[in-house]
């Protein structure tokens, strides 16, 4: 059975970003986040959303050594995500007796998102520092059905 939530993550990032400065990095953070929570693993992120986000920030201007630092940023971040959390939720939890997996995935929250949020403050000055313009992929322009100013999957549902 094939769910295709990799590529749903990476065009619900798309949708959410596409519109701002530095879009497609932006989309880059948001996939490997969202893939994070899933799979747990920097290198299963990176494959499925690096082979499709670093084309296009190339594309848009991007140096190809800041595409890839910015991929791999955003899929090691993938690991700080809850509630799966890679290997470091069950030594936490090993280690630390008292708190249950329940309270460790609550208190995760907070570093993961500091963590994309640190990765994307550092892509949007990296973006507007280099001038890049904003790129709106043909599918999503105004005029396409599936667009609205509402973030929408529509060939999803």
Not at 52 to 66: A, S
Not at 98 to 121: D, M, Q, S, T
């Amino acid at each position: 059975m094939r769910t295709n939530i990799g590529q749903f993550f990476n065009d619900l990032a798309f949708r959410a970003v596409s519109k701002y400065s530095g879009g497609p990095a932006k989309a880059a953070v948001g996939a490997s986040g969202l893939q994070g929570m899933i799979s747990g693993s920097s290198v299963a992120n990176t494959v499925a959303s690096g082979s499709f986000t670093i084309p296009i920030m190339k594309k848009v201007g991007f140096k190809p050594h800041v595409a890839a630092a910015t991929e791999a940023t955003a899929s090691t971040g993938g690991q700080l995500m809850p509630p799966i959390m890679g290997a470091a939720a069950f030594i936490m939890a090993q280690n630390v007796a008292e708190v249950e997996y329940n309270r460790l995935i609550v208190i995760a929250i907070i570093p993961a998102g500091l963590y994309f949020l640190g990765a994307l403050l550092s892509i949007h000055f990296e973006a507007k520092r280099n001038g890049l313009k904003v790129w709106i992929p043909l599918s999503f322009r105004p005029g396409d059905p599936c667009c609205s100013e509402w973030i929408c999957c529509c060939r999803w549902w």
